[in-house]
């Protein structure tokens, strides 16, 4: 598994779109021109031009050319790509080629659902499953959760529901709450700025899906719930703190089903960390669910700033780095960046709040780097609320922060044999390599929403590019996207390579990507010296590349999103 022949010759698996560049990249030994031929199903050359070399790429270590048939726009299917013996997978050319990955990138929060039986008729019989963690046996149930032992917080909390983090069975406030976040964005920004009524009511395959509600909203609602269970009760010390995660006390093996999991679950200690992060996505959601449900409205923003008073009180709570045992440790020791994000969302809904924001030394824009956002860099989240939400507030540093994060995106991408947004100092790809490159697509899409400017619009879809075939291991980082798509993701359920009586991953599921680090034995055995964008593997073992979490899939749903909506001008 995982070692399927790569071809030389790379292309985004799904489709291209007309009126926006269509590159591929070849492998090869030449250093001058070849001739490139592109055929339709029918097998006839419908284009040919010669391709441009562009010499030793870092990112892959290989000899690389590009081809470029940007000026071929016929709309259909099945088409390839040839460079002599070389043959690309084929893939479409229209405006509608990726509009359905939007779908089926937000079913993975569905299909992640804790609390809950994951039912046939929403996700087909081979992935519907028993709820997890309601107190069936083997399961202990989320209803009752004591804290760590070494804690003794004397109280238990309720805390069912929310969506597991990844292939394991954990839920974890910080990466929840971002990506209920940019769920949450997406909606917000399509009703400011696009389409609202593609993530509308009726749209996803979910039990919500005819309550009135955007279904989008209805699915994040799923997780704010949760994330409002993990706050410290009143008359507690530490009231209106969110503990930082709950999740088993040893690692459970693969696979194991939500409802088979026999491990005792614990709360962690609050963080600052946690409650920062639940009072900015409370906060938001107070804001977007105003107009459906007034009750809940007020009850977000209510926790949303009990929380917040809270962090202020308690600014140093950092989680422990080393709590990796049966969960992530998701500590983040910087939260300069949780408050200014905090406030940010605070004064979107409210309007008060304003001094906690511009004295924020990360006022102006200043979150924004070539690395991009993540669990534990969150100031460009609340960046990206100050542009979108209408406020009495001067944004133009913000702005121009975003574009040019967004030109220092495009630059790397022009270097690179596989252009992808996203690079570290050392040129090396870090756990997650994939969500960062999303979260960076999403950085193009946003200068483009905010510029009309075509080469950010380029960017986004070349990011597109790159997640679905046009890099060197020659896959689809999308589950059931693509002619060879990711199969074999680290996950307890979808785990058909130990147990063939269980499924592959869904549709739509984002593989963490390249981890030139080489963070699991499975990927030190078969990846030893892999050139950054090389190391990844198909297999279910390699869980520091080859990962599903509910933050790149968040990622990957926003991108998309934009991506459908702006593949008509
Ligand atoms: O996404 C997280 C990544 O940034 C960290 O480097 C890595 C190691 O701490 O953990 C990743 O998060 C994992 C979490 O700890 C447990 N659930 C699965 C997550 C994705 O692999």
Known sequence: PGLEPASPLRVNQVGYVPGLPKRATLATGSTTPLAWTLRDSAGAAVATGQTTPKGQDAASDENVHVIDFSSFDRQGSGYTLAVGDAVSHPFDISTTAMSGLRYDSLAFFYHQRSGTPIEAEYVGEEYARPAGHVNVAPNQGDDDVP??????????????????????????VVNGGISAWQLQNSF????????????????????????????????????????????????????????????????????????EDAQPRRLSAPSTAATLNLAAVAAQASRLWAPYDAEFSARTLAAAERAYAAAKANPDRIADPNDGTGGGAYSDPTVTDEFYWAAAELFATTGRYRADVTGSPLFGGESFDARGFDWGATGALGDVTLVLVP?????????????????????????????????????????????????????????????????????????????????????????????????????????????????????????????????DPVAQRLLPGCAPQRCWVDHIEAYSLNEVTVNWNSALAWLSNWVAERSVP
């Open 391 to 519: 406020r009495d507030l001067a944004v133009d540093a913000i702005r121009s922060a975003i574009v040019s994060a967004a030109d220092t995106h495009l630059a790397t991408m022009a270097a690179m044999g596989h252009p992808a947004p996203y690079r570290t100092a050392d040129g090396g790809y870090e756990w997650g390599s994939n969500g960062l490159i999303a979260n960076n697509g999403m950085v193009l899409g946003l200068a483009y929403d905010l510029t009309g400017t075509q080469k950010y619009r380029e960017g986004a879809f070349a990011t597109m590019d790159y997640l679905l075939g046009r890099n060197p291991v020659d896959h689809s980082y999308v589950s059931g996207w693509g002619d060879q798509p990711v199969r074999n993701v680290h996950h307890r359920h979808w785990a058909n390579q130990l147990d063939p009586s269980l499924p592959i991953a869904p549709p739509g599921a984002l593989s963490g990507g390249p981890n030139s680090a080489l963070q």
């Open 147 to 172: 804290c760590r032992a070494d804690l003794d917080c004397g109280y238990t909390l309720d805390v069912r529901g929310g969506w597991y983090d990844a292939g394991d069975h954990g839920k974890y």
């Open 188 to 259: 917000e920004r399509a009703a400011l700025l696009g389409d609202e009524a593609a993530l509308g009511d009726g749209t996803l395959a979910i039990p919500e899906r005819s309550n009135g509600v955007p279904d989008v909203l209805d699915e994040a609602r799923w997780e704010v719930e949760f994330l409002l269970s993990m706050q410290v009760p009143d008359a507690q010390p530490l009231a209106g703190m969110a503990h930082h995660k709950i999740h088993d006390e040893q690692w459970t093996g693969l696979p194991t089903l939500p409802h």
